[in-house]
């Protein structure tokens, strides 16, 4: 592929240039197309049965993008009560949330416990609490349990979310003493979930997960839901070509698998998945502005205003995003490239965003555009440095454009002190 930006349409006839001169850079930028086109896609994964993918709002928060998951009729899963709170501000509707926290305090599982929203305990420490919290307002109250399947995979080490190095989750030989604490504080169980890591285009893994937790989900009787985690991969490679999630083969290989426990089971739960990823992430770009070119040592290095702040995942975890090169609002062909490497502006070595990559030649004042960046991108961002966050806008279905989060000013910075 030559150009992901013009392939899709992204900008919808939107000159780049104009956009990064009127909002400034480094800027997000979000097309409702299709991020639009990615919700419709994950909430028909099953269809045989009752399902319902659920947003894992930490890929990206914005309140306008909630809203668009609202209106393709997904439901959300938080982390926290700050994520609880998007959601409701947001419109969702409590029995449309599913809380996921992990190592949380009282206020928290409060604040879900007073909203009526289903929360999941990620400990037997966890499920104690929240049954305290539960007893002291004298009622008891629906809750679910996170489990360690025993088995994790991903993209990095640092988003591997099951196995026996993990955090995550109750171990499968603690399962009887859950029943323990539910009998103790009169809670009652409705639902398991799981989660083993992100980023699959090899659909084996997740299958695999599916198989695991069904097995361990023979043991609990009476559930009204059992969630599968996330973990569907978007090809972060696609200028090479990188082939897509096989999501069509996905589902003709998930159905039997549900077919057989519904068969043993006697009943289809309600079945769940938590998409996050997926969802945004082909949906945003980052515009930066080329602010200098140099050479050092006989290694060629652009430097840009998307620093490690504004998209800390190549630094955090090795991540690649696939690069555009625009120059006068007009996307610079693949031809005639040389090794670069492009950084950010943040005073540390690590602040690389791609390192010795072959793009066409860049010019100071050229804008990159970075891809797939709608996922743990603005969310991930920072003020290190005591740089800027910047602005964030959707280009909507008619062209338009929308600012859905403006630009931090410094008055922001200073606020707090």
Not at 32 to 60: C, G
Not at 176 to 188: E, N, T
Not at 234 to 261: C, G, N, Q, S, T
């Amino acid at each position: 592929m030559n150009s992901y930006i013009e392939a899709s349409d992204f900008f919808k006839g939107n000159d780049p240039e104009k956009l990064a001169e009127e909002y400034k850079t480094p800027l997000y930028v979000y097309s409702e197309d299709i991020i639009r086109e990615h919700m419709a896609t994950v909430a028909k994964v099953i269809t045989k049965y009752d399902y319902t993918a659920n947003y894992s709002v930490k890929a990206n928060t914005n309140i306008e993008i909630l809203k668009l998951a609202l209106g393709e009729g997904i439901n959300c899963d938080a982390m926290s009560e700050g994520e609880l709170r998007m959601l409701l501000k947001a419109g969702f509707p409590s029995e449309r949330i599913f809380f996921v926290p992990n190592n949380v305090g009282d206020e928290e599982l409060e604040f879900a416990i007073d909203n009526g929203i289903v929360t999941s305990l990620d400990s037997l420490s966890q499920l104690e609490k929240y049954g305290r919290l539960a007893a002291s307002k004298n009622a008891g109250y629906e809750c679910a349990v996170r489990i360690n399947p025993g088995v994790g995979a991903g993209h990095s080490e640092k988003v591997i979310t099951g196995g026996k190095k993990t955090k995550f989750g109750i171990a499968e030989e603690d399962i009887p003493k859950i029943y323990d604490i539910l009998d103790k504080y009169g809670l009652k169980l409705v639902g398991i979930n799981q989660h083993i890591g992100s980023q699959f285009l090899d659909p084996k893994p997740y299958l695999d997960a599916v198989e695991n937790l069904l097995r361990i989900a023979r043991g609990f009787k009476g559930l009204k839901f059992i969630d599968f985690g996330g973990g569907y991969g978007i090809p972060y490679h696609k200028l090479d070509d990188e082939a897509v999630y096989p999501m069509e083969d996905f589902k003709a290989r998930l159905i039997p698998i549900l077919d057989a426990f519904v068969a043993d089971y006697g009943y289809a739960p309600l079945f769940k998945s938590e998409p996050g990823r997926f969802c945004v992430a082909e949906g945003g770009v980052i515009l930066g502005r080329v602010h200098a070119v140099k050479e050092n040592a006989g290694r060629r290095y652009a430097g840009t205003d998307v620093g490690m702040n504004v998209l800390i995942r190549p630094a955090m975890y090795d991540s690649y995003h696939d690069v555009e090169i625009i120059r006068d609002g007009r996307v610079v062909l693949r031809e005639d490239m040389s090794e670069i490497t492009v950084t950010g502006p943040i005073c540390e070595s690590g602040d690389i965003l791609a390192k010795e990559r072959m793009l066409p030649k860049i010019q100071e004042d050229d804008l990159v555009c970075v891809l797939d960046a709608g996922a743990y991108g603005y969310s991930m961002a920072s003020a290190y440095n005591s740089r800027l966050r910047p602005a964030e806008i959707m280009i909507c279905h008619d062209g338009s454009v929308k600012l859905i989060r403006r630009r931090e000013t410094y008055e922001d910075l200073m606020s707090l002190f």
